[in-house]
């Protein structure tokens, strides 16, 4: 869990990492979370549709995203998760998920954190833009 | 065309039961280790009693509750083969619980145009609210698709 007494804005969070991406794993995800667009798992039908390749769909990242506040904060302590989708994340890149918070406030009750989230590559493109929520200790 | 008359359509409400094979796939396509994703006893026994679902789960069962927006695509004369994820968000009370039966209600939050680099681009903002057996609330979800005409 976060400690609310021990964070302020602008405080950058432990990073975490994933990658480099593979073309299984993107093909498990999509399996997995039921998305049936070619894009992610037909090498042909991406490239028809002008692409190099395949690509790993936003909801991957944002899953990364996921997975990184729960494990900052604790499972049942997120409230809020939002992703904007800026740029592809390809096969083989490294992504390394980026918390920095933005501010703390007690409503509700409840100790809350709110945090800036960016996923990026290992060359620094940005790939998502986000925020979270969480309840902390 | 952005056809704004759309705005505040509601689909019909549809259920969702939560099958705990579906979330332990979910969980292992991310890499997750935690036992509370994984692990029947160790679940059972832990906060939540039952199997829970990692935080972008819904996105894999709420395809069916905006089948229903199906036909709105059509109306709103989006092309499919370019529609692209263009934001999530997610609101939680809770986590989502393995063997719970959700009730998903989708309606049209926005729905506009933007000119883009390439052309005009059609914007769609899905909310889906999803409440569980006793009616409380379990998460809300707005997703932006966005179309290039």
């Known amino acids: ?20 991406i593979t073309k299984a794993e993107i093909a498990e995800y999509s399996r997995a979370s039921g998305d049936p667009n070619p894009m992610h798992v037909d090498e042909e039908f991406a490239k028809a549709s002008g692409y190099p390749g395949v690509f790993a769909q936003g909801m991957l990242s944002m899953g990364y995203l996921g997975q990184y506040v729960t494990g900052l904060a604790g499972i049942g302590n997120v409230k809020l998760l939002q992703s904007r989708f800026a740029k592809i994340t390809w096969p083989d890149e490294l992504i390394t998920c980026r918390a920095k918070v933005t501010g703390k406030r007690v409503a509700g009750g409840e100790k809350l954190v709110d945090l800036e989230l960016t996923t990026e590559s290992q060359t620094g493109e940005v790939k998502i833009v986000g925020k979270a929520t969480v309840r902390a200790a | 065309m952005a056809n704004r008359a759309l705005i505040g359509r509601e689909f019909p409400a549809v259920t969702a039961t939560i099958d705990p094979e579906s979330v332990k796939a979910f969980a292992r396509a991310l890499g997750e280790t935690d036992p509370l994703y994984l692990d029947d006893a160790a679940a059972a026994s832990g906060p939540f009693g039952a199997i829970v679902a990692p935080p972008t789960y819904p996105i894999a069962f709420m395809a069916q509750s905006m089948a229903g927006a199906a036909s709105s695509f059509d109306e709103l004369g989006l092309n499919f083969m370019t529609l692209v994820h263009g934001e999530q968000e997610f609101e939680y009370e809770r986590p989502v619980k393995a063997g719970e039966t959700l009730t998903l209600t989708a309606r049209i939050h926005d729905v506009y145009e933007k000119e883009g680099r390439s052309g005009i681009l059609d914007i769609l903002v899905l909310e889906t609210e999803a409440s569980d057996q006793n009616g409380k609330r379990v998460f809300a979800s707005r997703q932006t698709l966005v179309s290039r005409r």
């Open chain 1, 1 to 20: 869990m976060l400690q609310f007494d021990e964070l302020k804005e602008g405080d950058a969070l432990p990073v975490h990492q994933r990658g480099p």
